[in-house]
């Protein structure tokens, strides 16, 4: 039945029963009184339709009263469903940019089922929005891992035709040349191996072993790792550790090593200056340690600073240079900081170096006394 059908009933009823009710109980009053009249032998002529104009008022008065309380309770209730049904209409059509206007008091049941509408109209437009920049994002990945892949497959194409053709005519140029395929190779497999654990990472697929780790032990182990490899790069390299003794983390140390690696493994990879440095120190900031990574490097341009630690993202600069890389290495870095619930963010100045910054919350006993 619809609405209005209902509401017209309800008035009925309201108006009709309390008017039936009156009549049979006045009625029967006026029995009574004309008879009392008929006994007292007087006769009042006036008293009927007196009770005429009572009966007719009080229609009048139930009449309005019914009428307007009908039209009161429909408007209150058509009027938002109405709105409600044009946006769900825009919204089958697929125009998430409808907008439902709210203007009912707070409180209101259909008020509070339009703001509640709206809330889901704004999530499904975020989601459809992001749907779109993801598979844009995807669109871009998959055009970077074609360059990314087909850089080193070209150069094994070269190396290896150059072998078969006789180009390496002496024993040191074949090794050479062989030498060159296995680096290239070995590039391609690190990208591969980059682009399986992201998106197990992004899928959340990579199971973490968070252990207690003592801060001053697992970084001196880690600079000491660093620092034999930096050697070789000819690379210097400084800890700093202002972190007592005590303090105490809960990470997983196989993924924090690789957040470490990936900083440094930047740092090295954009060092374009001879005598290249890396201070590494760790801070105690109070809930937090903070460790900040510093190099004095090729440094990154403004424009790029904002994005750097977007998936795939890589400067100008780094994308046409001869450096190896897809832009994973500080997407996967941001991820791993944010599943153990810190931050991580980066300052940089162009030809004189980047400082990368993260922080992890220190881990506290919890003492029952
Ligand atoms: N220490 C640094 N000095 C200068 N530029 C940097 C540094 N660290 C990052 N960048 C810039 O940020 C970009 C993104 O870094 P990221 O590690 O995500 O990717 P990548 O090093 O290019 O590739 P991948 O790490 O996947 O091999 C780099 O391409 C580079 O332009
Ligand atoms: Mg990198």
């Known amino acids: 039945m619809k609405l209005k059908s209902k509401l017209l009933i309800s008035f009925g009823i309201i108006l009709f029963v309390p008017i039936f009710m009156a009549a049979v109980i006045?009625?029967?009053?006026?029995?009574?009184?004309?008879?009392e009249v008929a006994e007292n032998i007087v006769f009042r002529p006036d008293v009927k339709s007196l009770f005429f104009e009572i009966v007719f008022s009080i229609f009048l008065i139930l009449l309005l009263t019914a009428l307007l309380l009908t039209m009161w309770i429909y408007q209150s209730i058509i009027t938002p469903i109405r709105k409600l049904q044009k946006a769900a209409d825009n919204i089958k059509e697929g125009n998430l940019d409808f907008q439902l206007e709210i203007d009912g008091s707070e409180g209101d049941?259909?008020?509070?089922?339009?703001?509640?509408?709206?809330?889901?109209?704004?999530r499904l437009k975020e989601n459809a929005e992001e749907k779109i920049h993801n598979e844009s994002e995807n669109k871009t990945l998959i055009s970077n891992i074609a360059h990314d892949l087909k850089t080193p497959i070209t150069a094994i194409k070269g190396y290896a035709e150059g072998i078969m053709d006789g180009v390496a005519n002496t024993p040191e140029k074949v090794d050479k040349y062989?030498?060159?395929?296995?680096?290239?190779a070995n590039e391609m497999d690190t990208l591969i191996?980059?682009?399986?654990?992201?998106?197990?990472?992004?899928?959340?697929?990579?199971p973490y072993n968070f252990a207690k780790i003592n801060v001053g032990e697992?970084?001196?182990?880690?600079?000491?790792?660093?620092?034999?490899?930096?050697?070789?790069?000819?690379?210097?390299?400084?800890?700093?550790?202002y972190v007592e003794d005590s303090v105490v983390i809960i990470a997983d140390p196989e993924q924090l090593r690789r957040v470490v690696n990936n900083i440094v493994g930047n740092s090295a990879k954009y060092m374009n200056k001879p005598n290249g440095f890396i201070n590494i120190r760790i801070k105690d900031v109070g809930d937090f340690i903070q460790v900040e990574i510093e190099d004095n490097g090729k440094g990154i341009p403004?424009?790029?600073?904002?994005?750097?630690?977007?998936?795939f993202y890589r400067g100008d600069a780094s994308r046409n240079s001869a450096t190896g890389g897809s832009g994973i290495g500080l997407s996967i870095v941001k991820k791993i900081i944010e599943d153990h619930g810190g931050k991580i963010w980066a300052t940089s100045k162009e030809d004189t170096g980047t400082i990368m910054y993260f922080v992890i919350r220190k881990y506290q006993e919890v003492i029952n006394e």
């Open 302 to 311: 403004a424009k790029d600073l904002p994005y750097i630690f977007d998936r």
């Open 218 to 241: 697992y970084f001196s182990d880690c600079v000491e790792e660093i620092g034999m490899d930096l050697e070789h790069k000819g690379i210097g390299l400084a800890y700093y550790n």
């Open 109 to 122: 049941e259909l008020n509070e089922l339009c703001v509640s509408f709206e809330d889901m109209r704004r």
């Open 26 to 35: 006045s009625g029967f009053f006026f029995r009574v009184q004309v008879e």
């Open 178 to 184: 062989v030498r060159t395929i296995y680096s290239k």
């Open 193 to 206: 191996n980059e682009l399986t654990l992201y998106s197990k990472i992004d899928t959340n697929r990579i």
